[in-house]
Nanobody
Framework: QLQASGGGLVQPGGSLRLSCAAS????????IGWFRQAPGKEREGVSC????????VYADSVKGRFTISRDTAKNTVFLQMNSLKPEDTAVYYC????????????????WGQGTQVTVSS
C-alpha cells in the first residue's frame, strides 16, 4: 500500500515536499514513480527512482526544479518541488513497479491515492 501526502496550496515560486509512504513492502525493492493529473488532462510521469541503483528520471517540465529521493529507514519516497508554477497544479500520485524506472504510468502495478497540489497567487 502507498500513501501520498504533503500537497497543499502554494504561491508561484514556492516549494512543497510530497511524501509517499509504503506499507507491506520495501520501497528499496521497487522502482517508485511520481505522476500527476490535471483536470481534463491525461496522467503524466513526473519523476521516478530506480530500485536497483537509485538512478532517477525526470520529465523535462520539472528538471532542475523537482528532486526525488528515497529514505529506506522510513520506507518513504519524497518529491521536493521548488520554484513551483501554476502549470504544476494537479493531483499527484505515487506508484510502484518491479521493472526499471519509467515515466509510463501504464507500466506501474501499485498506486496510492492522490494528493492535491495547487499553485496560485
Amino acid at each position: 500500500q502507498l500513501q501520498a501526502s504533503g500537497g497543499g496550496l502554494v504561491q508561484p515560486g514556492g516549494s512543497l515536499r510530497l511524501s509517499c509512504a509504503a506499507s507491506g513492502f520495501r520501497v528499496s525493492s521497487y522502482s517508485i514513480g511520481w505522476f500527476r493529473q490535471a483536470p481534463g488532462k491525461e496522467r503524466e510521469g513526473v519523476s521516478c527512482i530506480a530500485t536497483s541503483d537509485f538512478s532517477t528520471v525526470y520529465a523535462d517540465s520539472v528538471k532542475g526544479r523537482f528532486t526525488i529521493s528515497r529514505d529506506t529507514a522510513k520506507n518513504t519516497v519524497f518529491l521536493q518541488m521548488n520554484s513551483l508554477k501554476p502549470e504544476d497544479t494537479a493531483v499527484y500520485y505515487c506508484a510502484a513497479e518491479t521493472r526499471p524506472c519509467t515515466l509510463r504510468p501504464d507500466l506501474y502495478d501499485y498506486w496510492g491515492q492522490g494528493t492535491q497540489v495547487t499553485v496560485s497567487s
